[in-house]
């Protein structure tokens, strides 16, 4: 026993890197889909209770945060067209949709991307009445046999192909395929199957069906009103008035029109758009102008930093100029100091002394060879020996070379 647990405990710790690795990949994909989960359902709650700003508002901080991945914003632009779709501001709706497939294909889940904000925009066609458009893409999501999307979208795709078939006449085949979205839809979303019940009417009025009809309003009125969703109040009493208008039933058409048109005042839609695209604009101003800001702050830490550049540039010059003249003065002195140690040296004899140079004087021969031997160190009497005259003769020289030379004894003349 003991033996099989220590084999398992050692078998944990070789592979225990691997498990945590798994852990944090599980935990991750998991973690990503509830998070968006949670941020839909807040959205959700926000335009039920009519909240559009806070939404906008809240979908903008995610779109604008740099940390954000390319998927949390495909997320939050999909759900800011949700938004707009609630208004009926459709153009703002295909706007947002072609931002979040920009943000969407630059993430690792192009396929369900692509998938998805098809669906969305076979949905805005179908409700602005492009049935063909809205066709080609329902034909093309089922060839893809409805891949990554939820119940719901499969559901409401099934509800237009049934439409669609109603307008080309195939009853039977219309009202089978929105009992098919009646029951998606019944299990997955109820507050939504106001919506089925609207497109029943306008299937039970062409089949004459008038009971089934408005079964199918009343039904509809009570869900509609039980989850809060007056779109669909409005919708409902819309689709009846265009029934009586098609059957000619003039007076219950302006009776419904007047009860919509109460409906549309207290909702005030256009009001709320207008509201809604006023608070979207003001948060891009504030980005805009936040970014502005940065750039302005950037800039003049730039221009600081070029002017401060400059300056140092400039000062290195001047101190290099500075230095390059003192380096030539001091070259030009020690020039000058070596030339003049060179004329001393050369003016000096051994001893170093001064030397007179004999042959700027006027003077005889016999005065040169008395010189030559004083310079050599001779005495007089031993100059007065090799020139065979007398010592005073010698002196006698010696006094005429003195006042000839302006020396005041030998030792100048050596």
């Given at each position: 026993m003991f033996l099989i647990l220590e084999k398992n405990l050692d078998m944990i710790k070789k592979h225990f890197p691997m498990l945590l690795l798994v852990l944090f990949v599980f935990t991750?994909?998991?973690?990503?889909?509830?998070?968006?989960?949670?941020?839909?359902?807040?959205?959700?709650?926000?335009?039920?209770?009519?909240?559009?700003?806070?939404?906008?508002?809240?979908?903008?901080?995610?779109?604008?945060?740099?940390?954000?991945?390319?998927?949390?914003?495909?997320?939050?632009?999909?759900?800011?067209?949700?938004?707009?779709?609630?208004?009926?501001?459709?153009?703002?709706?295909?706007?947002?949709?072609?931002?979040?497939?920009?943000?969407?294909?630059?993430?690792?889940?192009?396929?369900?991307?692509?998938?998805?904000?098809?669906?969305?925009?076979?949905?805005?066609?179908?409700?602005?009445?492009?049935?063909?458009?809205?066709?080609?893409?329902?034909?093309?999501?089922?060839?893809?046999?409805?891949?990554?999307?939820?119940?719901?979208t499969q559901s409401w795709i099934?509800?237009?192909?049934?439409?669609?078939?109603?307008?080309?006449?195939?009853?039977?085949?219309?009202?089978?395929?929105?009992?098919?979205?009646?029951?998606?839809?019944?299990?997955?979303?109820?507050?939504?199957?106001?919506?089925?019940?609207?497109?029943?009417?306008?299937?039970?009025?062409?089949?004459?069906?008038?009971?089934?009809?408005?079964?199918?309003?009343?039904?509809?009125?009570?869900?509609?009103?039980?989850?809060?969703?007056?779109?669909?109040?409005?919708?409902?009493?819309?689709?009846?008035?265009?029934?009586?208008?098609?059957?000619?039933?003039?007076?219950?058409?302006?009776?419904?029109?007047?009860?919509?048109?109460?409906?549309?005042?207290?909702?005030?839609?256009?009001?709320?758009?207008?509201?809604?695209e006023l608070a979207e604009k003001k948060i891009e101003d504030e980005n805009r102008k936040l970014k502005e800001q940065n750039k302005k702050y950037i800039d003049y830490i730039l221009y600081c930093v070029i002017v401060s550049l400059l300056l140092l540039l400039f000062f290195a010059f001047r101190l290099y100029q500075t230095n390059k003249a003192r380096r030539i003065l001091v070259e030009k002195e020690n020039t000058r100091i070596h030339d003049e140690i060179e004329r001393l040296t050369q003016a000096l004899d051994e001893k170093g002394n001064a030397t007179l140079d004999v042959s700027n004087y006027n003077l005889t021969e016999r005065q040169k060879e008395i010189i030559a031997y004083i310079r050599s160190g001779l005495t007089n009497k031993e100059i007065a020996n090799k020139l065979f005259i007398s010592e005073n003769t010698v002196k006698y020289h010696l006094k005429i070379i003195y006042e000839i030379l302006d020396v005041a004894h030998r030792s100048a003349i050596r």
């Amino acid at each position: 026993m003991f033996l099989i647990l220590e084999k398992n405990l050692d078998m944990i710790k070789k592979h225990f890197p691997m498990l945590l690795l798994v852990l944090f990949v599980f935990t991750y994909s998991f973690g990503q889909p509830e998070k968006l989960k949670k941020l839909e359902n807040q959205i959700k709650t926000l335009n039920d209770n009519l909240q559009y700003e806070k939404s906008i508002a809240l979908l903008n901080d995610i779109i604008n945060n740099p940390d954000a991945s390319h998927y949390d914003k495909y997320y939050a632009y999909l759900l800011e067209s949700f938004t707009y779709k609630r208004l009926f501001n459709y153009t703002k709706t295909l706007h947002k949709l072609d931002l979040a497939l920009a943000e969407g294909l630059q993430s690792d889940c192009k396929e369900e991307v692509k998938n998805n904000i098809d669906a969305e925009k076979c949905f805005v066609y179908f409700d602005t009445q492009d049935f063909p458009k809205a066709e080609a893409l329902i034909v093309k999501l089922r060839k893809l046999n409805f891949k990554h999307l939820s119940i719901p979208t499969q559901s409401w795709i099934i509800m237009q192909d049934g439409y669609i078939k109603m307008l080309n006449k195939d009853y039977v085949k219309s009202e089978q395929l929105l009992n098919e979205a009646d029951a998606l839809v019944r299990a997955n979303s109820p507050e939504n199957l106001p919506n089925i019940y609207g497109k029943k009417m306008e299937l039970y009025n062409k089949m004459k069906l008038f009971e089934k009809r408005d079964t199918a309003f009343n039904e509809g009125l009570q869900l509609a009103k039980k989850y809060n969703k007056i779109k669909y109040v409005m919708y409902l009493h819309q689709v009846m008035r265009n029934i009586f208008q098609e059957n000619q039933d003039y007076k219950n058409a302006f009776f419904t029109q007047k009860k919509y048109d109460s409906i549309v005042k207290y909702y005030n839609a256009t009001d709320t758009n207008g509201k809604l695209e006023l608070a979207e604009k003001k948060i891009e101003d504030e980005n805009r102008k936040l970014k502005e800001q940065n750039k302005k702050y950037i800039d003049y830490i730039l221009y600081c930093v070029i002017v401060s550049l400059l300056l140092l540039l400039f000062f290195a010059f001047r101190l290099y100029q500075t230095n390059k003249a003192r380096r030539i003065l001091v070259e030009k002195e020690n020039t000058r100091i070596h030339d003049e140690i060179e004329r001393l040296t050369q003016a000096l004899d051994e001893k170093g002394n001064a030397t007179l140079d004999v042959s700027n004087y006027n003077l005889t021969e016999r005065q040169k060879e008395i010189i030559a031997y004083i310079r050599s160190g001779l005495t007089n009497k031993e100059i007065a020996n090799k020139l065979f005259i007398s010592e005073n003769t010698v002196k006698y020289h010696l006094k005429i070379i003195y006042e000839i030379l302006d020396v005041a004894h030998r030792s100048a003349i050596r």
